[in-house]
Nanobody, 126 residues
Framework: QVQLVESGGGLVQAGGSLRLSCVAS????????MAWFRQAPGKEREFVAA????????YYADSVKGRFTISRDNTKNTVYLQMNSLKPEDTAVYYC???????????????????WGQGTQVTVSS
């Protein structure tokens, strides 16, 4: 059984920064492709960023490229999302997800992920 627990969300002004953490238990994060998704009220869950199981190659949604950075610390079994230059449109619940599949490129579709955290709220005020 794998559990993912996110933390680090909060209220921040536009232009500010937050770092989200996702701690995994049950298996090491190096076993999965890991990703962050977000869901704003009334909208579908959308892909934010992902990191490959091997080589730690990263992928980003166009809307966050250059502002967000996904990383992984295998010694702490934790995946991070560093969010800089935050905008009000970044306001959402952010979810950590893990994919045990063998895709060469991490999926951007939520349904292809096997494990999910409970989410952490990020609110950016203008």
């Amino acid at each position: 059984q794998v559990q993912l627990v996110e933390s680090g969300g909060g209220l921040v002004q536009a232009g500010g920064s937050l770092r989200l953490s996702c701690v995994a238990s049950g298996r090491t994060v190096s076993s999965y492709a890991m990703a962050w998704f977000r869901q704003a009220p009334g909208k579908e869950r959308e892909f934010v960023a992902a990191i490959r199981r091997d080589y730690s190659i990263t992928y980003y949604a166009d809307s966050v490229k250059g502002r967000f950075t996904i990383s992984r610390d295998n010694t702490k079994n934790t995946v991070y999302l560093q969010m800089n230059s935050l905008k009000p449109e970044d306001t959402a619940v952010y979810y950590c997800a893990g994919d045990m599949g063998t895709r060469a490129v991490p999926a951007r579709v939520p349904s292809l992920y096997d494990y999910w955290g409970q989410g952490t709220q990020v609110t950016v005020s203008s």
